[in-house]
């Protein structure tokens, strides 16, 4: 933590959290069941986790994390191993790997809750997950204005889950709105106004060997490229 390390039940709460840098967690690492609790975290640096990391259960709610940047993953919030982000907004952090994943919220193995996730960016070559890239389960956020140079503008799952969330206006090369495979699920959500600009591409939804969306609401997404759909775009190779 670049600039605060929470360890074992610590609590940092109403504090601002401004320009650090370390290697995980610019601003914050937290590890265990440590708590960021009505912070602001802003412009701080890191390889992974720009603002803040979390894992073993440590957890970020009510709080602010923004403008912060990752070399990495996870622009704004890292998250690992039974992390909790809850009640936060993550907004306008940066993710500048080339490869990387996750521009607002890198999720592995944690839950995401009642977030706002938007202005992220993940926007060099085969960068994933503008907003946010989940292996794990997010429920009830706003995803919205995030963008990715390769695939999930909005969100980039793999083994995901994601619930009762809006995915608004956010931009990729593949999956304007939500990038999915074999075992992601997208169920009760609300997929709108997001653009994909490569060639079979997918404004709303690209779907790739499988998964599961289910009782959602895919309109007025836009595909730019020629060969994919506006509104979904699935397949399966052979």
């Known amino acids: 933590g670049g600039g605060v390390c929470i360890r074992d039940g610590g609590t940092l709460r109403n504090c601002v959290v401004f320009s650090n840098s370390s290697q995980y967690g610019g601003g914050v690492y937290v590890y265990r069941t440590g708590l960021v609790e009505h912070c602001t975290v802003i412009s701080n640096v890191a390889s992974f986790g720009g603002g803040i990391a979390l894992t073993r259960g440590g957890r970020v709610c009510g709080s602010q994390v923004v403008t912060n940047r990752a070399t990495g993953e996870g622009g704004g919030i890292r998250i690992m191993m039974y992390g909790t982000a809850e009640d936060t907004l993550v907004d306008r952090n940066v993710l500048t790997s080339s490869s990387g994943c996750g521009g607002g ?75 999915m495979g074999s075992g992601d699920v997208v169920r009760n959500c609300l997929i709108a106004g997001n653009v994909a600009t490569n060639n079979g591409g997918g404004g709303g939804v690209y779907s790739y060997e499988g998964g599961l969306i289910e009782n959602c609401t895919v309109v007025c997404n836009t595909n730019l490229g020629t060969g994919g759909a506006g509104g979904m775009f699935c397949y399966r190779w052979g």
Not at 139 to 159: E, W
């Open 105 to 179: 919220i890198y999720c592995i193995s944690g839950t995401v809750a009642r977030c706002v996730v938007s202005c992220n960016n993940a926007a060099r070559y085969e960068s994933w997950g503008g907003g946010l890239f989940l292996v794990g389960t997010a429920s009830d956020c706003t995803i919205v204005s995030n963008a990715s140079a390769y695939r999930g503008g909005g969100v980039s799952c793999s083994r995901g889950t994601l619930l009762n969330s809006t995915i608004l206006n956010n931009r990729s090369g593949n999956g304007g709105g939500v990038e």
